[in-house]
């Protein structure tokens, strides 16, 4: 009896390890078919690109151009990448991409040592076919970075746990983790995290010779951290227009209020939305608490392993050093993972004879997220087409047409129009005056009398109450006569005769967004 028992075990674990290793290798393949149709890049990424080209190593180090803040390290291997192997937008995004497909496999790792069987599996599938961690796996922004330093550091903390926080456990956390902080900022919140369970663990159970024995990993985090910090991070913490732009995303810890309450009500539900992908948040964030309860019941330590980076992230922006807020937090994704997970395991264990109540939990989970990771393997992430409408104005210009640039596609045209026949020499470049729509009349006016002018559109305020481009539109036509019109996705092109009188009956168009 004992026999077979033990045969059906290692039937179930042989099939469940295949299964995940199934699931991994989809994640893998969903994230390369991305990456392979090498889509163009959006403003951001444009921004941070053109940090790349123009500048040397030095040139790279904090304070970046354009109000763009990125790591170090991360920005030094992208340079190396782009020297060797050309500008191609693969070439930019193969770093985050390497990043992610990692943290799959050290998130399954770490599910393994930490969770259930089912748990394992389930947050496995989680991992595989988080929607914001398949997007940022293809796009050239350091967050899947970000996610793989978490798994990097947690697999550490827990290989250094199984060998007793033995010396040399402990050096390979020290020097990985002294590693880790030059290519992800929020990796210092993570091991201040870590750093801080292992001291009160020691503390609780008396470990006074563990708590010497900690300085081995310690003392390389600190002397690494204080140079990143005196070249980098001091720099992107008092970046003036960051904290501006962030202000609304900082933890509201001043004073108590039943404002505040609301806030940390809706952040913490917006979260399972954005950066965890859940179309349904509810139960996402049910399957959490209830994960909470689980994993600290069964294993403290794991629980504070998984709780406290959140913990800290909270205080951390607090004190107005950190934005609490979607891609920021991309960082903290496995470890709701894991306590999702947990939750959802936790349930389908506890309802066996109401089986519906587990599966309807799992359906929910990863209804969404599976859909769209089918749909973006049929159909992949083209978005935007910029460099398509640049190709069609560099086709149909003549020599003596004008173009005229909308401000927000300024750097696109910067990064793309040489290569499309858009010269970045010769555009006009408009003007930015969201609070005097006026001034866009005016800036336009300099371009009358012309016989052929483009203009050239992408990136499109439209938060402010009015979509620009229609408003743009709107002037336009009051000012000459509309030749040829192509919209793309992401970004439009309008080519004028602004020496012909506009035509008699225009119809006028709402210049709203809705």
Known sequence: MKLAAALNEFKARFVDVRFAYLLIVFGILLRLRQLLVNRAFWLDEVLLALNIVEKSYA???????????????????????VIHLGQSEWVFRLLPFIAAVVAIILFYRISTHTLTRKGMLIATGLIVFSVHLVHYSYEFKQYSVDVFASCIIFLMIIHADRHQRDILSLVWVGVTGAIILWFSHPSVLVMAAMGLVWILDDLL???????????????????????????????????????????????????????????????????????????????????FVIGC????????????????PMLITILVSGLQKYPFHGRLLLFLTPFFLLLIAEGTAKVMAATREYRFMGETILLFLFLHPILSAGSRMLNAHVYPQVRDALHYIGEHRQKEDEIYVYYQARHTVGYYGEKYGVDPEIVVNGIKSRDDWDQYRQDLAKLDGSARVWLFFSHVCTWRGVNEERLFMHYLDQMGQPLDKKRFIGASIYLYDLSAPPQVSLRPESTQDR
């Not at 151009?65 to 991360?74: I, M, S």
Request: positive net charge.
């Open 205 to 287: 159970h008396k470990k006074w010779s563990h708590l010497i024995k900690l300085l081995v990993a310690f003392l390389p985090w600190l002397a690494s951290f204080v140079v990143v910090y005196v070249i980098s991070l001091h720099t992107t913490t008092h970046n003036e227009w960051m904290n501006h732009g962030w202000r609304r995303a900082f933890v509201p810890l001043q004073a108590f209020s039943l404002g505040n309450l609301r806030w940390f009500l809706e952040t913490f539900f917006n979260i399972f939305k954005n950066p965890l992908g859940s179309s349904l948040p509810g139960i996402g964030a049910l399957a």
């Open 293 to 308: 309860f689980s994993l600290h019941k069964r294993n403290r330590l794991v629980y504070w392993y998984t709780i406290t």
């Open 59 to 81: 040139g790279l180090l904090p304070p970046l151009d354009y109000n763009q803040v990125a790591p170090v390290g991360f920005v030094w291997i992208v340079k190396f990448l």
